[in-house]
């Protein structure tokens, strides 16, 4: 999903732009409360693979390319086929539901008895279809990608994971400029309240919001999931090769965030821009620098 403020109203631009290291500062507290837990439950994963004696079975670049398309396929074909507003909302929430769950669950599970992570992915839907709000929409990203990130990365070498962020790093930028079909499928998710990204405001109260308020022309910015996930895998791979590694993608990630979000703030227009190219550069040097450390 690209980063977006879903607001071009000059007036509404100009009061959201009076704070705009506060945003800066909310995306990367999430972000790197992401990318601190993906690692954590990678470490994990690398502990109970020797405990037990076992390998992660690995996942080849060009399956990982053909279960994406297919599901980017299909969710286009919902999006632009599919007639009914109230039949397409609940695809994708139905979509959400099962990415934040299959996440939570799987991150949990790393800790906690079966019985105790399923009641608390339980407590998150409730609280997700109940209260709607922005901090609690929030705080199930983070797990969900802390989880995915990390059961992926120890399926992939780096040089894999390099490969990937390049492929979608164009990906990105042809999806958001050229053919436009995830500026689309972001303002669906937007319509949906199934927004597969963080929400991020520039007032804390504003965290408090329902998902409703988030709305093409409201006053968000959305970092999409996939931006911080992306960087975390490779984090995640490394974790074999040692723990600094890690790290040190991690912090050259949020160099990445950094760039992006200069980049963006200081444009004339305020308009979507794909997020992962800044942050998959980056990311990219820093495995560089690991080479060299």
């Not at 990130?149 to 992939?156: H, N, Q, S, T």
């Not at 400029?177 to 949906?192: D, F, I, L, Q, R």
């Given at each position: 999903?690209?980063?977006?403020f879903?607001?071009?109203?000059?007036?509404?631009?100009?009061?959201?732009?009076?704070?705009p290291?506060?945003?800066?500062?909310?995306?990367?507290?999430?972000?790197?409360l992401?990318?601190?837990?993906g690692?954590?439950?990678g470490?994990?994963?690398?502990?109970?693979?020797?405990?037990?004696?076992?390998?992660?079975?690995p996942?080849?670049?060009?399956?990982?390319?053909?279960?994406?398309?297919?599901?980017?396929?299909?969710?286009?074909?919902?999006?632009?086929?599919?007639?009914?507003?109230?039949?397409?909302?609940?695809?994708?929430?139905?979509?959400?539901?099962?990415?934040?769950?299959?996440?939570?669950?799987?991150?949990?599970?790393?800790?906690?008895?079966?019985?105790?992570?399923?009641?608390?992915?339980?407590?998150?839907?409730?609280?997700?279809?109940?209260?709607?709000?922005?901090?609690?929409?929030?705080?199930?990203?983070?797990?969900?990608?802390?989880?995915?990130?990390?059961?992926?990365?120890?399926?992939?070498?780096?040089?894999?994971?390099?490969?990937l962020?390049?492929?979608?790093?164009?990906?990105?930028?042809?999806?958001?400029?050229?053919?436009?079909?995830?500026?689309k499928?972001?303002?669906e998710?937007?319509?949906?309240?199934?927004?597969?990204?963080?929400?991020?405001?520039?007032?804390?109260?504003?965290?408090?919001?329902?998902?409703?308020?988030?709305?093409p022309?409201?006053?968000?910015?959305?970092?999409?999931?996939?931006?911080?996930?992306?960087?975390?895998i490779?984090?995640?791979?490394l974790?074999?090769?040692?723990?600094?590694n890690?790290?040190?993608?991690?912090?050259?990630?949020l160099?990445?965030?950094?760039?992006?979000?200069?980049?963006?703030?200081?444009?004339?227009?305020?308009?979507?821009?794909?997020?992962?190219p800044?942050?998959?550069?980056?990311?990219?040097?820093?495995?560089?620098?690991?080479?060299?450390?």
């Amino acid at each position: 999903m690209p980063k977006d403020f879903q607001n071009q109203s000059k007036e509404e631009i100009g009061t959201l732009f009076l704070h705009p290291w506060r945003i800066f500062g909310f995306e990367v507290f999430l972000f790197s409360l992401s990318l601190i837990l993906g690692i954590l439950a990678g470490l994990r994963l690398e502990e109970i693979f020797v405990a037990q004696n076992i390998s992660p079975q690995p996942i080849s670049p060009w399956q990982f390319l053909f279960y994406f398309l297919f599901a980017t396929s299909l969710l286009l074909l919902v999006i632009y086929f599919l007639k009914f507003k109230k039949s397409k909302g609940v695809f994708l929430k139905i979509l959400f539901f099962l990415a934040v769950g299959f996440g939570n669950l799987f991150f949990f599970g790393l800790w906690l008895p079966d019985l105790l992570s399923f009641t608390l992915v339980a407590l998150l839907f409730y609280f997700l279809i109940r209260e709607s709000s922005l901090i609690i929409h929030n705080i199930g990203l983070v797990f969900a990608i802390a989880g995915v990130g990390a059961g992926l990365g120890v399926r992939f070498t780096p040089e894999i994971v390099i490969l990937l962020l390049l492929i979608f790093s164009i990906y990105d930028f042809i999806a958001v400029y050229k053919t436009k079909h995830m500026v689309k499928m972001a303002k669906e998710m937007v319509k949906g309240q199934a927004i597969l990204g963080f929400v991020i405001p520039q007032k804390i109260s504003d965290f408090f919001a329902h998902l409703k308020e988030v709305k093409p022309g409201g006053r968000f910015l959305i970092l999409g999931a996939g931006d911080i996930v992306f960087p975390l895998i490779l984090a995640v791979s490394l974790i074999p090769q040692g723990i600094l590694n890690s790290l040190i993608i991690a912090l050259f990630s949020l160099v990445g965030l950094f760039a992006g979000f200069l980049i963006f703030i200081f444009k004339k227009t305020r308009q979507p821009m794909p997020a992962l190219p800044p942050i998959a550069l980056f990311s990219i040097i820093g495995y560089l620098a690991t080479r060299i450390i």
